[in-house]
């Protein structure tokens, strides 16, 4: 078998999860979002669901599902209901496909134009596709174990296409695809660029010259009354694009059928960026800019691009992106084909200084120039389009138009990397970043988001990712330290507690045992009963006639539709990596990791994503001066900070802020350590509220205990998962509370 599928047979198959466990982790993530009487409920649902027929009989079809198939998530009946970590493929936020954006050509004193960037981008690109083809590429593996990865997810890279159905999405695979198109002022061109053996048909300079001949038509024919930019329907919302594609189908076969066979799209935009703001580079490629022009026709990149398709974008002055449907294609892989190709362009370094064929993949070719071979030239493709499809346009860009103006993206450098936080604090990169998050959130809003993060579950045979819900008992009480007199050490002790729970739950997805996409299944499978009936016809049958309120109840939604998105992709091969919002209500961050520093760019929606970035870098090194604190030397300091605190005079004390008499006249070596000053946050209390922070912090301190039921639940995803009748009596053994939550919360904006 070649290399790169070689180990695949080896692989293991995805496990249907146990039931119970998997609504016992459900709880135990939905416990910190809800009222104590919505939690009992849902303990009382969840409990008739696991002992009712229904879910032994959905179980069932699943394991069926499972022996059948290499994957039961990618089962008929299965899939295209099966929620990824959006939920619905689109709503009323910025079309959800996470973006790439590389860093700058590695030859920079050259300064690439536009067309010859893009030139070497796709040929690095074709390079990858053939070498995938002929199963030359290296296959993946972790890479402390070296365990195979599933490489069934590079199928879905090149020519395929999402098709929005009734019940969901497919996805369309063209194996045999040879072109791509190119996006130019919205208007569509084709081009063959493999030959029926799979040789290269240009080098990077032909390519680059025909580029520019796209361009010069693409500006030529901009009238609105010849060309129109259906790109934009593949931002709209599910059954909006289901019906504008039915329309385009009827009048545009072929032209359809190009455009979803293409290897994958280019994106060549007609404006500039500013590559010393950051802001804007992030915002240009990633949904691209609303102009209007005189006669009010949108002429701004955001129709410049195609979210059904892998896209590759370059801007005017050569800045490069990908962006990808997140619904078809796993971020892993496009990760690894972005690396690679930017590689490639490394080594063209080496290939202009000896001249040889330095390359990542042998034995690929280019068809050679030769005045006797007639190499494919491009298609300026053209639709046909009446009144419908025309006003249906008019309203998805002035959709597209408001949703962008209602955005924003906004991005951070944190100078605090991997050297400091992994090999200095010796904490799991990952987890640190995800629970300070968290903290952030719950001291500007007073409340635990629900939160997604996707793991990777490439161990096992055509498996992707699995979404774990971060928010549980051990984060709520690290998030309520940070606003309360809680010491650091105990504040380290809670942290570290976080860190294990997080690294369990990560453990626990990974290999296969988490609970989103098996409650989910179950779902789809009672929505596509009649599909499941017909397929595994030697099991009883599912019937609807009364549907299990557990897996409908609306307060799941808060699971399925989480208020954060965070997910860490990246090396050094990015720039920046990006994803939109769940909801429109929500946060998307996306952070990459690098050795000195992490980048993170935060998307929202009417919210205050600078304003979070900015907590979020103080909760960072709050940490990192409590770990000094309590694990660096800690006797020293607090022996110097006593000498300190003996030649301040009392009266500039008891004036200060309201943490310090608390720290210093009590003479708490425990407590002294805050009067450091990145040691305190947050949400501007201490400015404002200098009193009141006092008595709340003291209530904090007296009532912590009490303030929530959920602080002292038993659950505890770090060990063993309880029973459902652990669960229900560790509700009710309870003492009741009347105290509240421990500090006000603020509406969400």
């Given amino acids: 078998m070649p290399l790169t599928f070689e180990r695949e047979d080896s692989l293991p198959t995805l496990p249907v999860p146990d039931l ?17 009487n919505d939690y009992n409920n849902l303990i009382d649902e969840a409990q008739n669901f696991v002992n009712s027929s229904i879910s032994q009989t959905l179980q069932s079809h699943l394991i069926e599902l499972s022996k059948k198939n290499i994957n039961y998530l990618n089962s008929p009946g299965i899939f295209s209901t099966n929620s990824n970590i959006y939920g619905d493929l689109r709503g009323q936020t910025l079309p959800r496909n996470p973006f790439f954006i590389l860093e700058d050509d590695p030859m920079k004193n050259f300064s690439p134009t536009q067309e010859y960037r893009a030139a070497v981008l796709i040929t690095s690109t074709l390079r990858f596709i053939v070498a995938l083809k002929n199963g030359i590429l290296k296959s993946d593996s972790n890479p402390s174990t070296n365990d195979p990865y599933t490489m069934s997810s590079y199928h879905n890279l090149f020519g395929t296409c999402v098709i929005p159905q009734d019940n969901g999405i497919q996805m369309k695979k063209f194996k045999n695809s040879k072109h791509v198109v190119f996006l130019s002022n919205g208007q569509f061109f084709s081009l063959t660029v493999l030959s029926e053996i799979d040789q290269i048909w240009f080098s990077k300079h032909e390519l680059c010259a025909i580029i520019k001949k796209i361009i010069e038509v693409s500006k030529n024919e901009t009238d609105n009354s010849k060309n129109i930019n259906i790109s934009t329907f593949t931002s709209e919302s599910k059954s909006t694009w289901k019906m504008a594609r039915l329309s385009l189908e009827k009048l545009n076969p072929k032209q359809m059928e190009i455009i979803d066979s293409a290897l994958f799209i280019i994106s060549i935009d007609n404006e500039s960026i500013n590559i010393n703001n950051n802001q804007e580079k992030i915002q240009f490629v990633s949904h691209g800019t609303s102009k209007i022009d005189k006669n009010g026709n949108q002429h701004g990149t955001c129709i410049n691009r195609y979210y059904d398709k892998l896209n590759l974008v370059v801007t005017k002055n050569a800045t490069a992106a990908c962006i990808y449907p997140a619904s078809i294609i796993d971020g892993t892989t496009v990760l690894r084909y972005i690396s690679d190709v930017y590689t490639d362009s490394v080594l063209r370094l080496a290939r202009m200084i000896n001249g040889k064929n330095y390359t990542l993949w042998n034995e690929i070719n280019t068809v050679p120039i030769n005045n006797e071979i007639i190499k494919p030239d491009f298609t300026h493709i053209k639709f046909n389009y009446n009144n419908e499809i025309v006003n249906g346009l008019n309203l998805a860009e002035s959709r597209l138009a408001d949703i962008i103006n209602q955005h924003e993206y906004v991005s951070k450098k944190i100078l605090l990397g991997k050297n400091y936080i992994k090999n200095k604090m010796q904490l799991p990169c990952d987890s640190f970043i995800q629970l300070c998050i968290q903290i952030t959130y719950y001291a500007l809003y007073g409340k635990c988001p629900s939160t997604f993060e996707p793991v990777s579950t490439r161990k096992f045979r055509d498996a992707r990712t699995e979404p774990i819900c971060i928010q549980n008992e051990n984060i709520l009480k690290l998030c309520q330290s940070f606003i309360s007199q809680t010491t650091d050490s105990e504040k380290w002790k809670l942290l570290l507690t976080s860190i294990n729970s997080h690294k369990q739950l990560a ?12 409650l989910s299944s179950l779902r789809s499978a009672f929505i596509q009963s009649k599909i499941l009936n017909e397929i595994n016809d030697n099991l009883p049958k599912i019937e609807t006639n009364l549907i299990p309120k557990f897996l409908f109840n609306p307060i799941l939604d808060s699971i399925y539709k989480p208020e954060i998105v965070a997910a860490n992709c990246g090396n050094p091969a990015l720039d920046y990596f990006g994803i939109t919002p769940s909801i429109p209500s ?3 961050f996306g952070y990459i990791i690098k050795d000195d520093y992490i980048t ?5 929606q009417w919210r205050q994503t600078l304003r979070f970035l900015d907590t979020l870098e103080r909760v960072i090194f709050n940490i990192k001066q409590i770990w000094k604190n309590v694990v660096v030397n800690k006797d020293s300091r607090d022996s110097e900070l006593q000498k300190y605190v003996s030649s301040i005079p009392m009266s ?24 450091t000053t990145d040691a305190y946050i947050l949400g501007g209390y201490d400015y404002f509220d200098v009193e009141k922070l006092n008595c709340r912090s003291e209530m904090a301190s007296n009532a912590q205990s009490r303030a929530l039921s959920r602080v002292n639940s038993q659950i505890n995803l770090g060990g063993k998962v309880p029973s459902f009748k652990n669960v229900k009596s560790a509700f009710h053994d309870k003492p009741a509370s009347n105290v509240g939550r421990l500090i006000s919360i603020q509406p969400d904006l």
Avoid: C
Avoid at 600 to 604: L, N, Y
């Fill in 652 to 675: 500039m004390i008891q004036s200060n802020n309201s943490w310090l008499p608390s720290a210093l006249t009590n003479n708490n070596k425990q407590t002294a350590s805050t009067v």
């Fill in 20 to 36: 119970q466990q998997s609504l016992l982790k459900a709880l135990a993530a939905t416990k910190p979002l809800i009222s104590e």
């Fill in 600 to 604: 993170i760019v935060g998307s929202s």
């Fill in 586 to 588: 929500g946060y998307g």
């Fill in 507 to 518: 453990i626990d997805a990974s290999n296969g045992l988490g609970f989103e996409r098996h």
